[in-house]
T-cell receptor, first 113, second 114 residues
């Protein structure tokens, strides 16, 4: 079945460590996105990528980094510079941008030890 | 500055009745709107969308209404079912695909009582 796979589902990080969240899609979508969800905050865009080897900052990119070396993969690194990393992270993809519905993975919950 | 607002954080409805979820936006450049449904610990799933050239779009029990002059849209679910209990996000974008991205509201938690 086609879809978006995020791993792991739960992730724990020690303060000062970088951690990478995986996102893989087999939908042949060009665009991929990373969102962060906090209680009562809705979804906020961290980074997005329209094509391979290209990505743009979203609304809350500070403390995060991404890469897009393959069409199917868009990993997100939460760096030690991110002061409040505890959140639910969602990856999404779409054929294009604009009016294309985005398809979401089931998320990764990151917690700080 | 919140460009997409879902001012009511929660809604409780009796099974079989109508659920009306509201959403307001401030950016007049938005011309394409989407509703997503989300269960706990899962990603959102696309529900229904509407372009600004229309004022209504219907899909089964779900209907979205758009009032451009008021910058307001609403999602109607009728009849409501217990399985509809979830968080509903309104999202908006420019549909021309020109470096556009979705802007989400904070969501409304719908509870449908049996």
């Amino acid at each position: 079945d086609g879809g978006i796979t995020q791993s792991p589902k739960y992730l724990f990080r020690k303060e000062g460590q970088n951690v990478t969240l995986s996102c893989e899609q087999n939908l042949n979508h060009d665009a991929m996105y990373w969102y962060r969800q906090d209680p009562g905050q809705g979804l906020r865009l961290i980074y997005y990528s329209q094509i391979v080897n290209d990505f743009q900052k979203g609304d809350i990119a500070e403390g995060y980094s991404v890469s897009r070396e393959k069409k199917e993969s868009f990993p997100l690194t939460v760096t030690s510079a991110q002061k409040n990393p505890t959140a639910f992270y969602l990856c999404a993809s779409s054929f294009g941008q604009g009016g294309q519905p985005q398809h979401f993975g089931d998320g990764t919950r990151l917690s700080i030890l | 500055d919140q460009q997409v607002k879902q001012n009511s954080p929660s809604l409780s409805v009796q099974e079989g009745r109508i659920s009306i979820l509201n959403c307001d936006y401030t950016n007049s450049m938005f011309d394409y709107f989407l509703w997503y449904k989300k269960y706990p610990a899962e990603g959102p799933t696309f529900l229904i969308s509407i372009s600004s050239i229309k004022d209504k779009n219907e899909d089964g029990r779900f209907t979205v209404f758009l009032n451009k002059s008021a910058k307001h849209l609403s999602l109607h679910i009728v009849p409501s079912q217990p399985g509809d209990s979830a968080v509903y996000f309104c999202a908006a974008t420019r549909g021309d695909g020109a470096n556009s991205k979705l802007t989400f509201g904070k969501g409304i938690t719908l509870s449908v009582r049996p």
